[in-house]
């Protein structure tokens, strides 16, 4: 399965000068249909040990870059790991963002169109099948569906395997696709060890080569 996704416009980052608001974690609308969540459940444990202060100090340097209509309801466009895991443990929480662009209108259709021509919207679901039709995407964080490739993907990333291509709106969930088509012994995002050996080799190997983020033969990052 390869990913049919369109071209897409880099998502602004803030400067020191941007404006940030404190905004419901809970109130936030996902751009995108699945996660990993070995990733969720890992970032999980580092937000468990913080207060709800020191979470939201963290927070601050990792805004979330949002899509907002005339209604006021935001999309976020990034954050969706991160986010998805502090609103596990703490429904109340409350997170920093900024406004990248707003939408004049408040039909929401309005707004995921404009994502789309954007090409800020991630439309496949876990099992890789889509693209699936826009108005169907979750409406919560805590409704986004577990991908275990995309979880496979976020650990070899994790060892240094592949390169973070922040630039690249999905790079992961093209990884996960890439994955997808080779013969991998069954596995879950609980349990990555049966895959991790072949996964390891496979994204390594001359196969990936033109794809963004291959490393060659090198070994994990120190």
Request: net charge positive; charged share 25%.
């Amino acid at each position: 399965m390869s990913l049919r996704l369109s071209v897409y416009q880099n998502i602004p980052k803030p400067t020191p000068d941007t404006p940030l608001v404190e905004v419901s974690v809970a109130a936030l609308r996902p751009t995108q249909w699945c996660v990993g969540y070995a990733e969720v459940w890992a970032r999980q444990v580092d937000f468990s040990s913080d207060s709800r202060q020191t979470r939201l100090d963290y927070l601050r340097k990792k805004p979330v870059p949002m899509v907002r209509n005339a209604a006021g309801s935001l999309w976020m466009v990034d954050r969706h790991h991160r986010l998805r895991s502090l609103l596990g443990i703490d429904p109340e929480a409350t997170t920093w963002g900024y406004v990248i662009a707003e939408v004049d209108d408040q039909n929401p259709t309005a707004a995921i169109t404009y994502l789309q021509t954007q090409g800020w919207l991630y439309l496949y679901d876990s099992r890789g099948q889509g693209p699936r039709h826009p108005s169907e995407l979750p409406r919560s964080l805590l409704t986004l569906e577990d991908d275990p490739y995309r979880s496979l993907v976020w650990k070899l990333k994790q060892e240094g395997l592949i390169k973070p291509q922040a630039h690249i709106p999905y790079h992961e969930f093209r990884w996960a696709a890439w994955l997808r088509q080779r013969p991998l012994p069954p596995f879950s995002s609980r349990q990555l060890e049966p895959a991790l050996a072949p996964a390891r080799r496979l994204v390594c190997s001359e196969s990936a080569r033109n794809m963004a983020g291959w490393k060659g033969e090198k070994q994990p990052d120190s």
